[in-house]
């Protein structure tokens, strides 16, 4: 399946970005565009970048050269404290290891960017519940992570992720510590998630069937995007 | 088939691993072994200090003839002269020589030097000095190999002065090198000193060798001619003790017991013989208690430094958690992991003891004033000035370095090679949060014992002091059980607290990971309650002591004015008034009544107590005692009692006696029955008194001076007026009106305590840097929580605001706890501990502004250092990133 860009629905644009740590090249001008709404998988062998890519994406790192504007704003021009608020509500995140905060049950952990973002204690309550209702771990709401299973953590991670039904989903290598049954619910429940709130999705991955849900696949090899896929996008 | 690792292997790949990265992490390696070396010294400077101040009065008798097989002392400390020609007779022939020995305390003024005499005196203030009077002519004729022929001097080449012309010059003085040295002063100089009340100049005649049989010439020591000291003292026909040297050739043990049984019948009660090794231990028995508790202290301390050392170790595995993961996955087995990781402590443990060793040396040098003053006050005068470093002090610090790492290195190590390399290496962390706590029944037991433990009855040493051991097991059992209780208490308290701030973004975080805290969180909640309910109950002490002191002081300083020679320190003072001066003193003009008091140390029952003269016919009109029984009428005194006397408490807590009781004193004079009229509150010595007119203290033990005197002024005499001209009259004499006497007993007061201070705020200190580590060790350990939270938009300010919310916590609910616990310990020090040890009664009082303050203080010290440490690490990236 192969969506075409439209420049009206662009929702995040890379533009020749390159990031060296200690003299050595991670990303070598890297450049590219989605639309909302579309999924892009992210594959290259290990060290080849793609975890810097996604940190520079999320803004949690800068970029050293290049542009990435996500919904009309340039994260390379705003300080950290103004990438860390469109963390907060524009962009999700999900990882190979959960990342669940393990001292918060499932309903507190979704419910955490609730409250980073203002919502009442009500509201919170709510939402968060609906979420995990969502993906289907609602009757795990008081465990805590280390009385869940992987697949449920998983789960909780998205509902996370996903209650501030923000504009791009980052997740990366998400069904890397599961089983292949669990790491398909999850896939399945990323697609079916992403497809009804139309959130954009840029999947890190290694295994060539995760990348079913996605409409495209870049490839990234030391730091370059490869020509084909970088001209593609580039049309 | 596979087999373990040799221990060459293992040595290499150490040197591959942990000595490169210790190498690499040099600032961290440096901050380790300074904590390590703190804790050693902490110990060491207690030790070394505690000794010096003790040898500072048990060491130097060993100098004056080399060496001593008996020593006679009489009852009082006065032994007249007239007696040694008894003596003489009663040894025969015998090849035994005696040496009598008075030894008079001064006080250097100034000294002059010859090069300096036509320039300004050089002011020395303070310096003391021991002159010991010998007959120097007589030692230099003994007939005996182990007494040195040049006692005075010891170059060897040097032309031997005229000695018969030096024993003629009754202002002859041989000194130290090191006094020499100091004061620069050179044979032919002048020295100033205060004896009593009297003014002398000496000149220095001599410098003494600089050791003597092996031991070193203390700095303070000196020696004059036995009659030229005789007349410095004023104490014409009076030596302090005579030593009793057996030849070399017949020391034998039959022959030295001969002599024993022969001194001791020729004795008749008059004078005690006793062996050098009972002279040796006679001032280390009397402070026993004393140094055990310092000694106490000192474990203390050095528990604490474990503590921290615990915490630094644990902070290090933490950072090379994956470099054991890795060598794991390489194939080594957890034994051999710890072997590596035993190398690291043992290294780390050397080099800090090695650097402990120093600092603890360096440290003492300042303990030993606050150490030598308390034992001058209480026990005897000490004139230590400095403390020395011995073999077996290096052993111990090197030891405590490395066996204190081993043991706190134990905890971290195991956790860390218990868990599985593929986690490990997976996510560089463990999940250490919500593990089930099971201790709190061991808590529970160990506070129940503690409180069985403070009924029991306190240990009594052979010199007749008594130590609380049980107390101290029950302060234990407390601070144990309270640390294993309160750490249970953790997370319940955590959610109560979490309910009332779950609202707030980096309150409800912070607090919330309280409700599943993990063994960090109850290693730093635990230490920060035993370090607050430790000083807290030292306040409740020293406050409980404060209030009743005061009291007493105000009770008791009612006169308007005190006098006491400059140089006085305390009941064990040997600087007295003469008689001639208090006569003086009384014709003054203005002054309506001079009331006196003279402190002998005696023995009582194989013990030491002081025998107080005062001048009774003064009680009630003058004199004031805070009494804890009011003195019974005479017409009660029973037929056959000598005379009537006031005990103090201590004295009451050792010997069992109480008003209405008879004791009998000995003297040389013989028995005197006395009869107890009444008790006092006294928290001026730990040794017991029993006070008599200073009219019995003339006739049993011939003591015709005084420690000091208070005068009263007629009514309408301006005291400053009176202060000032007496000030000028006797310059020798330290003249105090009596709010200027109560300032300074207080000071000394608090003087006393200054170690006690000093150990408070390094426990405090401690306590808040290991609840700083621990905070970092915690966000370390789940740096992926943090990079979540970064990646969820938590700002860096917020984060450390989280951290902020849960060091707060912490140290609440520990200060909380600690508070509770400090009134419990304060109940035991003050009514177990303090009653036991000196037999005082003590008012509890509670210092509640210096608690409050100090718990307000606490939990400040705690959020700032946990924001600090939240907004410093709280950047640290995954370990799992790219």
Not at chain 2, 43 to 71: C, H, P, W, Y
Not at chain 2, 481 to 490: E, F, K, P, R
Not at chain 2, 547 to 559: D, E, M, N, S, V
Request: aromatic share 8%.
């Amino acid at each position: 399946m192969r969506i075409r860009l439209d420049i009206q629905c662009i929702m995040l644009s890379v533009g020749a970005v390159s990031k060296a740590y200690q003299n050595r090249r991670v990303l070598n001008e890297v450049s590219f565009a989605m639309n909302s709404g579309e999924r892009v998988a992210l594959m290259g062998p290990s060290g080849s970048g793609k975890s810097t890519l996604l940190n520079c994406l999320s803004g949690l790192d800068t970029a050293d050269e290049g542009t990435i504007i996500f919904d009309g704003e340039e994260l390379t021009r705003l300080s950290p404290d103004e990438r860390t608020f469109i963390r907060r509500g524009r962009l999700g995140s999900i990882f190979q290891f959960f990342h669940l905060l393990p001292t918060l049950n499932a309903v507190e952990n979704v419910a955490l960017s609730l409250q980073l973002n203002n919502y009442s204690a009500s509201e919170q309550a709510q939402l968060a519940m609906d979420m995990l209702e969502e993906v289907d771990v609602a009757h795990r709401a008081k465990a805590f992570p280390r009385e869940m299973s992987g697949g449920e953590m998983q789960r909780v991670a998205i509902a996370r992720a996903l209650v501030m039904k923000p504009k791009l989903l980052l997740a990366d290598e998400p069904t890397g510590s599961l089983d292949t049954k669990n790491g398909e619910r999850v896939l399945n429940l990323i697609e079916a998630l992403s497809e009804t709130n139309q959130v954009g999705l840029i999947l890190v991955t290694h295994q060539e069937e995760t990348t079913r849900i996605c409409h495209r696949t870049l490839h990234i090899h030391d730091g370059m995007l490869s020509e084909e896929e970088a001209l593609e996008s580039r049309a | 088939m596979e087999r373990p690792a040799s221990p060459q292997a293992l040595l290499e790949v150490w040197l591959k691993t942990s000595l490169r990265y210790w190498l690499r992490h040099k600032l961290q390696s440096a901050i380790l072994i300074a904590i390590v070396a703190l804790g050693v010294a902490s110990f060491l400077s207690i030790r070394m200090a505690n000794r010096a101040a003790v040898k500072g009065f048990s060491g130097f008798t060993e100098t004056v003839t080399g060496q001593v097989d008996f020593t006679l002392e009489a009852q009082g400390g006065r032994f007249p002269v007239s007696w040694l020609s008894g003596i003489r007779k009663s040894l025969q022939q015998n090849p035994v020589e005696l040496a009598p020995v008075l030894e008079v305390l001064a006080l250097v003024e100034t000294s002059v030097s010859k090069q300096e005499r036509s320039s300004d005196l050089l002011q020395v203030p303070g310096e003391s000095l021991r002159i010991l009077g010998v007959d120097i002519i007589g030692i230099q004729n003994f007939n005996n190999q182990n007494i040195s022929a040049s006692l005075l001097f010891s170059e060897e080449g040097e032309e031997e002065p005229d000695i018969f012309s030096i024993a003629r010059d009754p202002k002859a003085l041989f000194i130290s090198p090191r006094l020499a040295e100091n004061l620069w002063l050179s044979v032919g100089d002048e020295v100033e000193v205060i004896v009593d009340d009297q003014r002398f100049i000496l000149t220095v005649r001599g410098i003494l060798p600089t050791s003597r049989s092996g031991v070193e010439v203390p700095e303070n020591l000196a020696i004059m001619d036995l009659p030229a000291a005789m007349a410095l003292a004023g104490k014409p026909d009076v030596v302090s003790r005579v030593e009793v040297i057996v030849e070399a050739e017949e020391r034998s043990e039959a022959f030295l017991e001969t002599i024993r049984s022969s001194l001791s019948e020729h004795a008749a009660g008059r004078w005690r013989v006793l062996q050098t090794e009972q002279q040796e231990e006679k001032g280390a028995a009397m402070t026993s208690a004393f140094r055990l508790n310092l000694t106490i202290l000192s474990l203390i301390s050095l528990l604490v430094g474990l503590y921290l050392i615990c915490q630094s170790i644990d902070a290090a595995v933490i950072q090379r958690r994956k470099e054991i993961g890795i060598l794991r996955a390489l194939g080594l087995i957890p034994k051999e992991i710890k072997k590596l990781w035993l190398l690291d402590l043992t290294a780390l443990g050397f080099l800090g003891g090695f650097f402990g060793i120093f600092i603890g040396w360096a440290s003492s040098q300042i303990v030993i004033v606050a150490i030598a003053r308390t034992v001058s006050a209480l026990y005897t005068e000490t004139t230590a000035e400095s403390a020395q470093l011995n073999s077996i002090d290096c052993l111990i610090g090197m030891g405590l370095g490395v066996f204190g790492s081993l043991l706190a290195g134990t905890m971290p190590l195991s956790v860390a090679t218990r868990t599985s390399p593929a986690k490990i290496i997976a996510s560089g962390r463990q999940e250490l949060n919500g593990v089930r706590y099971r201790y709190q029944w061991l808590g529970g037991l160990l506070l129940l014992l503690g409180c069985l433990s403070s009924f029991a009855k306190p240990v009594i040493f052979s010199n007749g002091q008594a130590f609380p051991v049980f107390g101290y097991i029950t302060a234990l059992c407390w601070l144990l059980g309270g640390a294993l209780t309160v750490a249970g208490l953790i997370s319940p308290l955590g959610k109560v607290l979490h309910r009332g701030v779950s609202k707030h973004l980096a309150a409800g975080l912070g607090i919330g990971k309280l409700r599943l805290p993990g063994n960090r969180h109850r290693l730093a909640v635990s230490g920060l309650f035993v370090a607050i309910g430790m000083a807290a109950s030292m306040s409740i002490l020293i406050g409980s002591f404060e209030t009743t002191i005061t009291h007493w002081l105000k009770t008791r300083f009612q006169a308007d004015i005190y006098v006491a020679s400059r140089a006085f320190s305390g009941a064990s003072s040997q600087h007295f008034i003469r008689s001639t001066t208090i006569a003086q003193l009384a014709e003054e003009p203005g002054i309506d009544a001079v009331s006196t008091q003279r402190y002998l140390p005696i023995q009582f029952q194989e013990k030491q107590v002081y025998l107080v003269g005062i001048r009774t016919e003064l009680i009630e009109d003058y004199e004031k005692f805070l009494w804890i029984d009011p003195l019974l009428s005479l017409s009660d005194m029973p037929d056959g009692a000598e005379s009537w006397a006031i005990i103090n408490e201590t004295y009451c807590y050792r010997f069992g006696y109480r008003t209405g009781d008879v004791v009998t004193l000995e003297s040389s004079k013989g028995s005197h029955p006395i009869w107890i009229r009444g008790m006092k509150a006294d928290y001026g010595n730990d040794q017991g008194a029993i006070l008599v007119d200073q009219k019995y203290l003339e006739s049993w033990y011939e003591v015709y001076d005084f420690s000091n005197a208070t005068l009263y002024l007629s009514a309408g005499v301006d005291v400053d007026l009176i202060v000032e001209d007496l000030k000028e009259r006797f310059p020798e004499l330290a003249i105090r009106e009596q709010g200027a006497l109560l300032k300074n007993a207080l000071q000394v007061f608090k003087e006393t305590f200054v170690v006690t201070y000093a150990l408070k705020v390094l426990g405090l200190f401690v306590a808040v840097l290991g609840l700083a580590l621990a905070l970092l060790n915690i966000l370390r350990e789940d740096v992926s929580s943090l990079h979540t939270l970064r990646t969820l938009g938590v700002t860096r300010a917020e984060r450390a605001g989280i951290t902020a919310f849960e060091g707060t916590g912490m140290t609440l609910i520990a200060t909380l706890g600690g508070i509770l616990l400090s009134f419990a310990l304060g109940w035991l020090l003050v009514f177990v501990i303090n009653r036991q040890s000196f037999g005082w009664t003590l008012q509890y009082a509670v210092p509640w502004a210096e608690i409050l303050s100090l718990g307000i203080l606490l939990v400040a010290l705690g959020a700032l250092v946990s924001w600090l440490v939240g907004w410093l690490a709280g950047n640290e990236k995954p370990v799992q990133e790219e």
